[in-house]
Structure formats: C-alpha cells, structure tokens
C-alpha cells in the first residue's frame, strides 16, 4: 500500500495558478544585464564560442519578407510605419491575392531565399483572414520554401488553422522591455502578446520572436528585452529577429538619437549567448548599418538575415549588395 502524508496531498490539492502566459526563470535581468557589462571582446569571444557549440559558423539563412497587407493598422506602435495614428504617407492596401505571393515566393526561392514571411499589418486577423492566409501558407510551401506569417494578435483556434495549412513559424515580437513597452504602445500590452505566443506555442508551430532595439531604452531595458525572450516558457524561441529601429517620417520615433552600434552589436552577442540553439536575425536596418557592423553581427552569432530588396514597407540592401558582403565574409546561404 502506498502511503501519502499529509503534505504531498495537500500539494497535490491546491490548484496551481495558470501560466500568465509561461515565463520561467533561466536568466534574470542582472546575469543578462552583465553579459551586456563585459568587456567588448570578451562579450564577442563567448558569443562566438557557444555560436561555433551549435552552428555551423560560416551559415546565413536568407528569409524574404513580403507584406501581404500593407498599411491601415489600427495599432500605435510608435514606430511603425502602418499604423493609422501616424501620417507616413503609406497607401493601405488589400490582402493580396494567391498568384501574387505565389510570384512573390518564387522570386524568392529564385534569389537563394528558403524562408518566407508574410506581414499584414492587423490588430488581430478575423476568422476570415486566417482562412485566407492559410491559403497563401499553402502557396508558399508548394514553392518548397518555409512559411512564416506575422498576423498580429491570434484568437482561439487561429494557429491550429495556420499548422494545417503548413505554417512553419508564426512570428509575434515582445518588441522591448515590459518597463518600456508602454512608451512605445498603449492600444495593446505586453500580457496581449504573451498570450499569442502561448496560442502558438500551443498549436505546436515554431516561435519566431524578437524585438527592436534603438528607440530610446536603457541598457538595463535591452537585457530586460533579452531575459523575456531567453526565459520564455517552454524554450525560448526558435528564431529569435533583432530590429534595429528603422526611423520612418511621420512616426513618433522619426527624430530618435542614433544607437551606439557597438551596442547593437552587443544585443545581437546577448541573444546567442541566452538562446544558444535558437537563429539569431540580423533584422530591420541593414539599410543604414555599415558592412563592418554587420560583420561584427555575424562574429558575436547571427545566423539570419532579411534578404530582398524590401523588408516590408522600407528599404533592404540589394541582393547583389548581400550576396557580395556574404562572399566576402567567406558566409553562405543556408540550403532548403
Ligand atoms: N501587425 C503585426 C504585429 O505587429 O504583430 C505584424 C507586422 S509588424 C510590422 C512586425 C514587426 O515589425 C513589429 O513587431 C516590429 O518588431 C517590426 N517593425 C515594425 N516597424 C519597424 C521599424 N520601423 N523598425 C524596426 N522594426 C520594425
Ligand atoms: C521582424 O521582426 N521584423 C520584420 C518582420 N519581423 C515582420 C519587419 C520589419 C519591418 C521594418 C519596417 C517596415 O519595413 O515597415
Ligand atoms: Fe500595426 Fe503591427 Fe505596425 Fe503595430 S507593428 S502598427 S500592430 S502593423
């Protein structure tokens, strides 16, 4: 006979509080916030080393970008060029059809790309909508290539629909800190998008999640940004893109003092070290990041790049430009 005491059933019988959207502590603000303190060259040596523990260092996966649904976005993300709020002079458009994004990701699997993400600049996608882009999900793996598609917030059933139809990864950014989020955006919170993390999760399709660096926090809040990301539960994500701020005319960010891109360099070297398996993406503002910088992105563990002309409203370094900076640095592109 097996005998309980009285403690082990008592634990047994309290409910546990649900998951606020599972975080679990791997790495607090303080060891993240002193990886971000090390000495330059020390911080790129460990980087590098746990980079070279699991990836191939000389690896750069190309994903193309491709907004489905431009503009008309009732959200106020003060940097972004899509939302309503803001005048950027940007012509909202429709979803776009099949053929289109069929073109769009032959193209791109033409050009060495084998990732594919969808943009459309919704609050959140109607049941409608996600039928719709499940339908383009499926035209995009017909192309053999991977599928991503960041839709905004998901509601109950909507990632089951995006696996069915192939979706690989969903992608939905904490964006910053939980302490500076709310100087960035008030339509939605942060507890908003854990939850859509959480759906994803759920439905077992791959996190890809990230943030943008360069709009005015701290350094402090660029590790709180990194503890989120690395102690989200039950891993961290897969695909991990970090954004450096694209100033766009007409939003609230335009006129935000440069980073230091030392410090973004740094970001991108806390990342590898915190999500050690995960693709680290060298993400938005390639445009206006010298080859050296890039270079040093790639040394302190990138692995990812947005390849293509466009990112989803604003400009990419050409194809040509890449494909010539990759040679150089002696990388090359990932294959399917
Ligand atoms: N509307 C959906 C949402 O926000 O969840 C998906 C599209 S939204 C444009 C995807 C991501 O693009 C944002 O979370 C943000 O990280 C990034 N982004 C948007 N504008 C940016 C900018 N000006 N500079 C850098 N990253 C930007
Ligand atoms: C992500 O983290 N960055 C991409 C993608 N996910 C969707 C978007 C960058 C957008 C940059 C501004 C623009 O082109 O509109
Ligand atoms: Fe809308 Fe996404 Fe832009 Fe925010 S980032 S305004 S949710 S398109």
């Known amino acids: 006979m097996t005998t309980t005491t009285l403690t082990e059933h008592a634990v047994r019988l309290v409910p546990r509080p649900a998951p606020a959207a599972a975080t679990t502590e791997r790495w607090s603000v303080d060891a993240v916030a002193a990886l971000f303190d090390l000495p330059f060259s020390d911080l790129i ?12 260092p000389a690896e750069v996966e190309l994903a193309t970008l491709l907004s489905v649904k431009t503009g008309g976005c009732p959200e106020d993300c003060g940097y972004c060029p899509q939302s309503v709020h803001f005048d950027t002079g940007l012509t ?6 099949v053929e289109a994004v069929r073109e769009a990701a032959q193209r791109a699997k033409q050009a060495g790309a084998t990732r594919f993400c969808m943009g459309a600049a919704w609050r959140a996608p109607k049941d409608r909508d996600v039928d719709a882009v499940a339908e383009l999900v499926r035209t995009v793996k017909a192309e053999g290539l991977e599928a991503c598609a960041t839709l905004g917030m998901l509601a109950e059933g ?3 629909t995006l696996r069915d139809a192939g979706l690989d990864y969903y992608n939905h950014n904490l964006d910053s800190a939980p302490d500076f989020y709310g100087e960035v955006i008030t339509t939605r919170d942060y507890q908003d ?21 360069g709009m005015g926090e701290s350094r402090r809040q660029r590790a709180g940004l990194v503890a989120q990301l690395a102690n989200l539960a039950p891993d ?12 766009v005319q007409g939003t609230p960010l335009a006129d935000q003092p440069d980073l230091d891109p030392l410090e973004f360099v740094r970001t991108i070297a806390v990342a590898r070290i915190t ?23 790639f040394l302190a563990g990138a692995n990812s790049i947005f390849y293509g002309e466009k990112l989803l409203t604003t400009g990419n370094p050409d194809v040509a430009a890449d494909m010539d900076m990759l040679a150089k640095l002696g990388l090359r592109p990932r294959r399917a």
Do not use: F
């Not at 994500?237 to 694209?246: A, D, K």
């Open 45 to 56: 040596h460990r980087a590098q080393t746990v980079h070279r523990e699991h990836h191939d």
């Open 92 to 97: 909202a458009g429709k979803l776009m059809g």
């Open 158 to 160: 909507h990632a089951e």
């Open 193 to 213: 998008r854990l939850d859509t993390l959480e759906r994803v999760r759920g439905a077992g399709v791959k996190v890809c999640c990230g943030g943008i660096v």
């Open 236 to 247: 961290y994500p897969e695909s991990v893109p970090i954004n450096h701020l694209v100033k």
């Open 275 to 297: 999500m050690p398996r995960a693709r680290v993406r060298l993400s938005a503002g390639r445009q206006q990041m010298s080859e050296a910088v890039q270079a040093l992105c």
